[in-house]
């Protein structure tokens, strides 16, 4: 069960499917304006509900961040690749209204995140940050949560008439490669059962 986490009027909680909608409308503006996700036409309400049971199935966290009773960004970790051996690394999504931005509640929500996976047992957690530029609000959030650059994809995608590199940052959990892994690992929760679950 996700935690609780409260700044201010801030309140950081587990999503429900009742925020889905609002969830919708906040990455439905990320894609159709922004470059940070890859996605060319946003995904309807339904579409983001599947997704958002497929994680909760799996064990994922999914968190919001609410400000008097409106949802205005959350952030959720599934898996980056399905293939088995993937199972100790999640990938981090977060997504914020845009008058929300620049006010730190991008770095609440990640800090939480971060810590329920490491509470998981998950090994790495990585962003896979699109249109990523050394200056970008994405980059310069995940730096200050202990994330370090671990690539570039260069001209790996193409939206609103530009190429766009991505860039690669991860944070080790749990110690990270340095012993081996628990070998009962989510063997029965699996990592998605080969379904893509990444918006
Ligand atoms: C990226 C995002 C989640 C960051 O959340 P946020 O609440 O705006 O960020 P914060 O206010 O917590 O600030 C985090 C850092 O980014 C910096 N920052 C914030 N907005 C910025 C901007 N527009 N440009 C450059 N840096 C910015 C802050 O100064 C802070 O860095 P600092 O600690 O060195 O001062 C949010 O801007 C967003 O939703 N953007 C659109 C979607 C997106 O890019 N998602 C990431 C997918 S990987």
Redesign the pocket.
């Known amino acids: 069960m996700t935690s609780e986490r409260n700044r201010d009027d801030i309140r950081i909680r587990p999503a429900t499917v009742g925020d889905i909608g609002t969830i919708t409308a906040i990455y439905a503006d990320?894609v159709s304006n922004?470059t940070?996700?890859y996605e060319l036409d946003p995904p309807d309400r339904a579409e983001m509900e599947t997704r958002f049971v497929a994680l909760n199935r799996g064990g994922f966290p999914y968190i919001v961040a609410e400000s008097d009773g409106r949802i205005l960004?959350y952030a959720y970790a599934g898996p980056f690749r399905t293939r088995p051996a993937y199972r100790f690394i999640v990938e981090?999504?977060?997504?914020?209204s845009p008058d929300?931005?620049?006010?730190?509640?991008?770095?609440?929500l990640l800090e939480q995140l971060v810590l329920e996976v490491e509470r998981l047992g998950f090994r790495q957690i990585v962003?896979?940050?699109?249109d990523g530029r050394s200056?970008?609000?994405?980059v310069?959030?995940h730096?200050?949560c202990g994330f370090r650059f671990s690539g570039r994809l260069e001209g790996s995608g193409y939206k609103h008439g530009r190429w766009l590199d991505t860039i690669f940052m991860q944070r080790s959990l749990n110690g990270g490669n340095a012993s081996d892994p628990d070998p009962d690992f989510r063997s029965e929760q699996g990592v998605g059962g080969g379904r893509q679950l990444r918006p």
Request: net charge positive; aromatic share 4%.
């Open positions: 990320a922004g940070a996700s960004g981090d999504s977060i997504y914020l929300a931005r620049g006010r730190g509640i991008g770095r609440l962003a896979v940050i699109g200056d970008s609000a994405s310069k959030l730096g200050r």
